[in-house]
């Protein structure tokens, strides 16, 4: 059924390290005891997944995270009728599953997802909190614990592709950004096991190439790229390679911009 490695289901374990950016875990705890859904909004490889993954792990809920793209459906989320070994049988999708598991249901990228897909959201982002399956008349009421969270990237100026104000006002919204620099110092330090020491300068060209953003760059680097510099680094790779493939590369094709990209960094590193 769901094509996809775009689903992946995680047990409740140990809290995956985050380094919180303001009150965002309280806030988020308080709208799980309250059975509210939660909108992410900020730009890509900013620690939305992260965060999510992390909050799931402390309330000890089972996380269901869809990575929504333009071809996926409702069906995708809710289930399907199957055939197998001659008989057809029906089954829960992501979403199904969730809400009868009362784990957490992270739709990231929610805008992609096909308009069929915020029809079914409606009802269980109100107090009703019920999924009706229209292919098997069933009406699931959301197990204790269920709770909705999706993800969106504001800064894509697509007109066609943002939420509609009926689906939004439905959510409580936190906005992400970048970390800021000590933050994400330590973050990609951590996660890439390079010394901070050498972090520090790979995080100063990342502050100067989101500078960038909205005049040669659409976006700007994410710390998801940064961490892969460092990676590269911590492997051995030399760091102008490293940085080459990991922070300008990604983020151009453009040949003028990618040289005026490629100054900066002989400006951090020299
Ligand atoms: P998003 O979902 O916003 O696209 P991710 O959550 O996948 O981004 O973040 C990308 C990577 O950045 C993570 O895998 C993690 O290594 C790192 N990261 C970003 N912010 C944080 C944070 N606050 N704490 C820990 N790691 C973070």
């Known amino acids: 059924m769901n094509r996809s490695a775009t689903i992946a289901k995680e047990g409740a374990a140990a809290a995956p390290f985050y380094i919180e950016q303001g009150d965002e ?42 990575a929504c793209h333009d071809d996926l459906t409702a069906a995708d989320l809710i289930g399907r009728y199957l055939l197998k070994g ?13 809400v009868r598991e009362g784990a957490v ?30 292919r098997t008349g069933e009406e ?54 390079l010394d901070a020491e050498r972090v520090r300068p790979l995080v100063r060209l990342g502050g ?9 760059l659409e976006e700007g680097v994410s710390t998801r790229l940064i961490v892969y510099a460092a990676t590269l680094i911590a492997q051995g790779m030399k760091v102008d390679r490293a940085v080459e493939a990991a922070m300008i590369e990604p983020l151009t094709d453009d040949a003028d911009v990618k040289r005026g990209l490629l100054d900066l960094v002989t400006a951090v590193f020299g």
Request: proline letters at 8%; aromatic letters at 8%; charged letters at 25%.
């Open 208 to 216: 100067k190439l989101r500078a960038l953003k909205g005049q040669d």
């Open 86 to 98: 001659g008989e057809t049988v029906w089954v829960d999708g992501p979403l199904t599953r969730a």
């Open 105 to 134: 249901c992270y739709l990231d990228e929610v805008v992609e997802a096909r308009k069929d897909v915020t029809v079914v959201l409606h009802p269980l982002t109100d107090d009703r909190r019920i999924l009706p399956i229209d």
């Open 25 to 66: 875990i309280a806030l988020f705890e308080a709208a799980a005891a309250n059975d509210l859904p939660v909108l992410l909004k900020g730009p890509t490889g900013c620690g939305k997944t992260r965060f999510v993954a992390h909050m799931a792990a402390r309330l000890g809920r089972p996380l269901y995270t869809v």
């Open 140 to 193: 699931i009421e959301a197990a204790p614990g269920f709770m909705l969270v999706a993800s969106y990237n504001p800064g894509y100026q697509n007109i066609l592709k943002t939420l509609k104000p009926s689906t939004r006002q439905r959510f409580l919204a936190l906005e992400f950004d970048f970390p800021p620099p000590e933050a994400e110092v330590e973050i990609v330090a951590r996660e890439s096991g």
